[in-house]
């Protein structure tokens, strides 16, 4: 079963603005990742950022995560055409056993128009 | 390097024949994974491998066997293809499945079985 949801399903932007958009997940986590897939290719890490952080940078990325609501955002600043992917939050369950396996969430479809 | 390669890049398929999808990985990393991509579904875990000589099931493993032929190469096989099984199939490796980091994929199969 899906662990992580994404909201909203799409999103749709002018270029040079922000993006934001939304991961929930179920259980407890060791820690939550970002990856963005470009149509058509495989997906591409972009932050981790663990369970006893609440938010880290990465260039134009800005990743929050709040373990009490089982949630995190991405934040994507100054956004650019060559933004335009799907963004998938993936997370680890604690008690999964030996082996941390990422349970995928839906996705986010940005376009962000030039 | 050339990170994780996976042939072939598309296929199409009669239902009820085989065939076997290579993916092989030159970062010298113990871990390797197979996911299935359907539409609305974000990602789902067919098979891993924590090292070479083991191989274990995901969420969705019916229907394929794998084998770690050796620390490079995670293969996945359809014995009897199915309409279902119609998706985009991404193999990923990482370092080491005992704590979770980042995992690399490769560009992905477009499977279609008629």
């Known amino acids: 079963s899906q662990q992580g949801e994404e909201d909203p399903q799409a999103l749709s932007i002018q270029e040079g603005e922000n993006a934001t958009m939304n991961c929930s997940y179920k259980?407890?986590?060791?820690?939550l990742q970002w990856y963005r897939q470009n149509s058509g290719r495989g997906l591409v890490h972009l932050i981790l950022?663990?369970?006893?952080?609440r938010e880290k940078h990465s260039g134009r990325l800005r990743v929050t995560l709040d373990t009490s609501k089982k949630s995190s955002s991405l934040l994507i600043t100054a956004s650019r055409a060559a933004d335009t992917a799907s963004y998938f939050c993936?997370?680890?369950?604690?008690?999964?056993?030996?082996?941390?396996?990422?349970?995928f969430g839906t996705g986010t479809l940005l376009a962000v128009q030039p | 390097n050339a990170g994780v390669t996976q042939t072939p890049k598309f296929q199409v398929l009669k239902t009820g024949q085989s065939m076997t999808l290579q993916c092989a990985q030159d970062?010298?990393?113990?871990?390797m994974y197979w996911y299935r991509q359907d539409p609305g579904m974000g990602l789902r875990l067919i098979y891993y491998?924590?090292?070479?000589?083991?191989?274990d099931k995901g969420e969705v493993p019916n229907g394929y066997n794998v084998s770690r032929l050796n620390k490079r190469e995670f293969s996945l096989r359809l014995e009897s293809a199915a309409p279902s099984q119609t998706s985009v199939y991404f193999c990923?490796?990482?370092?080491?499945?005992?704590?979770?980091?980042?995992?690399?994929f490769g560009p992905g199969t477009r499977l279609t079985v008629l």
């Open positions: 993936a997370t680890d369950a604690i008690g999964g056993g030996a082996t941390n396996k990422l349970i």
């Open positions: 259980t407890s986590i060791n820690n």
């Open positions: 950022i663990r369970s006893n952080e």
């Open positions: 970062m010298n990393h113990n871990s």
């Open positions: 491998s924590a090292s070479e000589g083991t191989t």
């Open positions: 990923a490796s990482n370092v080491d499945s005992s704590y979770t980091d980042t995992q690399y």
